[in-house]
């Protein structure tokens, strides 16, 4: 996608929804990434409805830790993987309280050394709790880039790369929202709706739908 068309892309993407963010719901860096950590293959709506019941209970690290294995379990057992994932979650509680104060660190590599946080949980974190210009590469976003045109690449840490050498910096922080919301509501694994698109002039993708 030629530069400018990336800039024009990104300019009705913001001008329709001016301020994006997660639709995760969250209150605090650790609450957000334990969400993260929770919405592996798992959606959205889903772990909304765990975490409204786990949050008012169960906020911090140490609290998490108090509940145990077994009682997270519980909160969460309606999420995908949740055997896993809770053994990741009190894991990672556990190292949040021995070497990070119970807090949430704001460093690349100390996120992805907790467990169940790889590249893209990082970015997220990183990007929505602390404001960083990360972008965090999902399936809806690398489905987005490759069929626009905006950053083709085979697999998710290529179309990374090269969004983040593509977005102008003015948008970057917002981009990973833009781009997932679109995939999400729009751009659409089977039946992307095209005749509605914001940016269809712009987009590279040849088999467009017409109704």
């Known amino acids: 996608m030629k530069r400018e068309n990336v800039t024009e892309m990104f300019t009705r993407l913001r001008e329709f929804n001016p301020k994006p963010t997660t639709e995760l719901d969250y209150s605090s860096p650790f609450e957000l990434l334990i969400a993260v950590i929770l919405s592996a293959q798992a959606t959205d709506v889903g772990v909304n409805k765990a975490t409204r019941r786990l949050y008012p209970l169960a906020n911090?690290?140490?609290?998490i830790l108090n509940l145990g294995e077994e009682g997270l379990k519980r909160h969460i057992s309606t999420i995908g993987l949740f055997n896993a994932k809770a053994k990741n979650v009190i894991a990672t509680c556990r190292i949040l309280v021995d070497e990070h104060d119970g807090e949430v660190p704001r460093d690349r590599e100390a996120l992805e050394a907790?467990?169940?946080?790889?590249?893209?949980?990082?970015?997220?974190?990183?990007n929505t709790a602390f404001g960083e210009p990360t972008i965090a590469v999902d399936t809806h976003i690398f489905r987005v880039a490759n069929?626009?045109?905006?950053?083709?690449?085979?697999?998710?840490?290529q179309v990374e790369d090269k969004l983040m050498r593509s977005v102008p910096a003015e948008f970057r922080l917002d981009a990973h929202h833009w781009l997932i919301l679109h995939g999400r509501y729009v751009c659409k694994a089977r039946k992307p709706e095209c005749p509605t698109c914001l940016i269809r002039d712009l987009c590279s993708f040849r088999p467009k739908t017409m109704e």
Do not use: H, I, S
């Open 147 to 157: 069929r626009t045109g905006l950053a083709k690449g085979k697999d998710v840490r």
């Open 114 to 126: 907790l467990p169940g946080v790889g590249r893209k949980t990082a970015n997220v974190v990183l």
């Open 60 to 63: 911090t690290p140490q609290a």
